[in-house]
């Protein structure tokens, strides 16, 4: 009876972690989406007229981009801007932003292989099931996850600038270095702050959909007759 409870307890406790991991999983892969979808930011160069705004060509303009993310995404890549000028305290606050950018792909790759490997202990029969109470755990990330831009998009949709302002403090305490001046700091008149709205929206959209897809499929996974069946 007591291996039968101890049996139980795990089987909750990986569901908790399952949950977890597939919320953290939905929100850093959309936060990922405009990062590593480069082609994002070239769609917005001409619509948002960024050839005159900055007096660079469109060609000079993905190159910055481009140079700026490898060393913002790839590991041992030196900080450059192509022919745009940049300063000191731009090149430290994109130093921080390298750093939370490692973060998140950290978190999602993490995220990932736990929620890949509990699926397959699942699927193998070692984990007898993944739910909590009478619903799979993925309903639960589901709900989980799209609580979050609920809460920020709501904030961010009455005044998204100050939404914007307040996630650098957040992100960057005691830290101004993130206000940039388009005389040193070229690179800040090839990333208006349309393009950052533009990202929200795209992360916001990515996670509702993943969430309501992980709410729905959550939903299916129905434990019957003391079992999880697989709809």
């Known amino acids: 009876m007591s291996e039968l409870k101890g049996k139980e307890a795990l089987d909750s406790a990986l569901s908790v972690l399952f949950s977890i991991a597939l919320c953290l999983l939905i929100l850093t892969f959309s936060i990922g989406l405009p990062i590593y979808c480069r082609p994002f930011y070239y769609a917005h160069i001409e619509p948002l007229g960024l050839a005159a705004q900055t007096g660079y060509s469109k060609t000079e303009i993905k190159a910055a981009f481009n140079e700026l993310l490898d060393y913002l995404t790839l590991p041992g890549q030196e900080f450059s801007t192509g022919v745009m000028a940049f300063s000191r305290s731009g090149k430290a606050h994109f130093a ?8 998140n792909l950290i978190i999602f790759s993490a995220s990932l ?9 699942r699927r193998s029969g070692r984990v007898k099931s993944l739910t909590l109470g009478k619903r799979h755990a993925s309903f639960y990330a589901g709900i989980s996850a799209v609580a979050v831009p609920l809460v920020i998009g709501l904030f961010a949709a009455a005044d998204f600038e100050r939404a914007f302002t307040a996630f650098h403090k957040v992100f960057f305490p005691n830290k101004d270095n993130w206000l940039f001046d388009p005389a040193t700091d070229e690179i800040i008149n090839a990333l208006p702050i349309t393009f950052f709205r533009n990202c929200a929206i795209l992360i916001g959209v990515s996670i509702v ?18 079992s999880c069946e697989v709809a």
């Not at 292989?113 to 202990?121: I, K």
């Not at 959909?209 to 003391?226: A, M, N, P």
Request: glycine content about 6%; some cysteine; overall charge positive.
């Open 96 to 103: 921080d932003c390298k750093m939370l950018f490692d973060l």
């Open 113 to 121: 292989a736990t929620v890949v490997t509990l699926a397959a202990l």
């Open 209 to 226: 959909t993943l969430s309501v897809f992980s709410i729905v499929l959550g939903s299916r996974l129905v434990r019957k007759s003391g």
